[in-house]
């Protein structure tokens, strides 16, 4: 269970042009992703927090028109990159918050999905 | 605020000894704190996690932790080393609002020789 999918694996694009990558959590519902950045050998930054029905909550220094966010489902969350430069070359992973009970707490889990590589010529 | 440090960038041990990866962690309140392991060009998958209750956690793969307040440490370890640990492994600790988000250590890339 808590299997979280994301497509393209890999995706290379001309500089320029916009790329969109999905996160899916595949056996449950999930009303909270999050995107995340990682740079080789690098740890993960936190891009976004991505709530099903809402606006989408970036972190300090995250360009929210360059990096779109829509969680239009409770199973699905994009992030759009538009526009894209070399420099936005990296490895997407999101991440699907599994909640349990009524009362949510910072104790639930993230679920991560595989990740995404991104190469912009 | 919250943070997380990783000693260690790189740990290297032979198949069969002890594994011990070090973190230390910085919170303003009662963390609850995360260990997850990485394979080359995939996801992370949760090894451990200490939320309250019982300080000495145990994971999948053989993997424990174990959380010391006085310490602030959420130390990794495994008695015996096998070949397919080797990986990059990530503390994290959650956020001290309700917000659940993770705030990630350096990363440890461990290297297991025969």
């Known amino acids: 269970g808590a299997v979280v999918s994301q497509h393209p694996s890999w995706v290379i694009c001309k500089s320029g042009t916009s790329v969109k990558i999905e996160c899916r959590s595949l056996?449950?519902?999930?009303?909270?992703m999050f995107w995340y950045r990682q740079f080789p050998k690098q740890s993960l930054m936190l891009m976004a927090t991505?709530?099903?029905?809402?606006?989408?909550?970036?972190e300090q220094g995250v360009e929210k028109d360059k990096f779109l966010i829509n969680h239009a489902s409770l199973t699905l969350s994009t992030l759009t990159v538009t526009s894209a430069h070399p420099e936005d070359s990296s490895f997407y992973i999101c991440?699907?918050?599994?909640?349990?009970?009524?009362?949510?707490?910072?104790?639930?889990?993230?679920?991560f999905g595989p990740g995404t590589r991104l190469t912009v010529l | 605020a919250q943070s997380v440090t990783q000693l260690g960038s790189h740990v290297s041990v032979s198949e069969g000894a002890l594994v011990l990866l070090r973190c230390n962690y910085s919170?303003?309140?009662?963390?609850?704190l995360f260990w997850y392991v990485q394979y080359p060009n995939q996801g992370l998958q949760l090894l451990l996690k200490?939320?309250?209750?019982?300080?000495l956690v145990k994971g999948i793969n053989g993997f424990e932790a174990e959380f010391k307040k006085s310490e602030t440490s959420f130390h990794l370890t495994k008695p015996s080393a096998h070949m397919s640990d080797a990986a990059e492994y990530f503390c994290?600790?959650?956020?001290?609002?309700?917000?659940?988000?993770?705030?990630f250590g350096q990363g440890t890339t461990l290297q297991v020789k025969p």
């Open positions: 991505s709530n099903e029905g809402s606006k989408a909550t970036y």
């Open positions: 056996d449950f519902q999930a009303t909270t």
């Open positions: 991440s699907a918050r599994v909640q349990g009970g009524v009362v949510t707490t910072s104790t639930d889990t993230q679920y």
């Open positions: 200490y939320t309250t209750g019982a300080t």
């Open positions: 994290a600790v959650s956020g001290s609002s309700n917000t659940g988000k993770l705030i």
């Open positions: 919170s303003s309140v009662p963390p609850y």
